[in-house]
Nanobody, 121 residues
Framework: QVQLVESGGGLVQAGGSLRLSCAAS????????MGWYRQAPGKRRELVTTITTGGSTNIAGPVKGRFTISRDNAKNTVYLQMNSLKPEDTAVYYC???????????????WGQGTQVTVSS
C-alpha cells in the first residue's frame, strides 16, 4: 500500500505565502514524476506543476513566477512554495506521484487526500 500525506494548507491573505509538503510512504520501489494539481469549487482539477526525479519542472502559466516546486528524493517528499498568493489560487491542492511499487512491481498514479488553500482578498 502507498500513502501520500499532504500538509501545509490553510488560510492566508492575498500577497502572502504558504508551503505545501507531500510525503510518500509504503510499498515504494521507485518514484518518477511528482507534482501538484488543484481543484477550485465548480471547476475541473488542473495541473499546477510537476517535477521529475532529475529536477526538471513543468509549471502552469497562471502560477509561473509565483510558485516553485522542489523535491527531496531521499525523503520521497515534494514541496510547493507558493508566494504572492491571489484569491484565484483558492482551491484544494492535491499531491501526485508516479510510483512503481515493490510487490507487485507495477507503476501507477497515486494521489494525496488534498489540502485546502484559501486566499482572502
Amino acid at each position: 500500500q502507498v500513502q501520500l500525506v499532504e500538509s501545509g494548507g490553510g488560510l492566508v491573505q492575498a500577497g502572502g505565502s504558504l508551503r505545501l509538503s507531500c510525503a510518500a510512504s509504503g510499498n515504494i520501489f521507485s518514484i518518477d514524476a511528482m507534482g501538484w494539481y488543484r481543484q477550485a469549487p465548480g471547476k475541473r482539477r488542473e495541473l499546477v506543476t510537476t517535477i521529475t526525479t532529475g529536477g526538471s519542472t513543468n509549471i502552469a502559466g497562471p502560477v509561473k513566477g509565483r510558485f516553485t516546486i522542489s523535491r527531496d528524493n531521499a525523503k520521497n517528499t515534494v514541496y510547493l512554495q507558493m508566494n504572492s498568493l491571489k484569491p484565484e489560487d483558492t482551491a484544494v491542492y492535491y499531491c501526485y506521484a508516479d510510483i512503481t511499487t515493490i510487490v507487485p512491481q507495477l507503476p501507477g498514479d497515486y494521489w494525496g487526500q488534498g489540502t485546502q488553500v484559501t486566499v482572502s482578498s
